[in-house]
């Protein structure tokens, strides 16, 4: 009998996949990151770009799965040291599931995953006359360990992703989306023998206008 239901199971599914319209394409997105968590308040958003390839599986005319697989780069910025930029290279891939609310708008969401491949922390400290250096080197310091948390970042983030898009012509879709993480960036911070580590609870938070081009 198991075997019977594995069997249906097997012929539904290729039944479901060969019944499915696919479509390859390539996207394009003008990302705004910035960060969500503990102490993050003085964190604007950064311009960045994503950029990939995406497949669309059409089950019918309203439903489709739509899984995308792009190179991410993001940037934060901290409006209170103008200097210091959070920089990072990341593979993202989204699982959008779609529904069409009318033939041409619709409205996407999905898990999201993603690696995070290299990334960068960089404070420049302002130049300081040596009469005003013995009474502010105390807080140059203290903002440079601050910033320094932010130099090792977690590989794994997992979050969720939703938007709305338009589809302009037949093989060009434009959207506006939202992605969250759940899971936080960086890496624990050993605060010495005596504090031990610390959680650093960071989550990356993200806009992003984009299309996608469907070439097949």
Do not use: C
């Amino acid at each position: 009998m198991k075997r019977i239901f594995l069997t249906l199971a097997l012929v539904f599914g290729l039944v479901a996949t060969a019944a499915a319209q696919v479509n390859v394409g390539g996207r394009l997105a003008v990302t705004m990151s910035t960060f969500k968590g503990d102490q993050t308040d003085d964190f604007s958003l950064g311009l960045g770009f994503n950029a990939g390839v995406a497949a669309k599986y059409s089950f019918n005319q309203m439903f489709a799965a739509v899984p995308e697989l792009g190179v991410d780069f993001r940037r934060v910025t901290n409006s209170e040291a103008d200097d210091f930029t959070f920089s990072a290279w990341v593979l993202q891939i989204p699982l959008m599931f779609r529904a069409n609310l009318t033939p041409q708008f619709y409205a996407e969401a999905g898990p999201s995953i993603a690696f995070i491949l290299s990334s960068e922390a960089d404070y420049d400290a302002p130049e300081i006359d040596d009469d005003k250096l013995a009474a502010v080197q105390g807080y140059i310091g203290s903002v440079i360990n601050e910033f320094d948390m932010y130099k090792n970042t977690n590989t794994l983030e997992i979050g969720i992703a939703a938007g709305l898009g338009y589809t302009v012509i037949p093989n060009l879709d434009v959207n506006f989306r939202f992605i969250m993480g759940f899971t936080n960036i960086f890496e624990d911070v050993d605060m010495g023998p005596l504090v031990g580590k610390k959680e650093i609870d960071v989550q990356h938070m993200q806009f992003s206008l984009g299309a996608t081009y469907w070439f097949l």
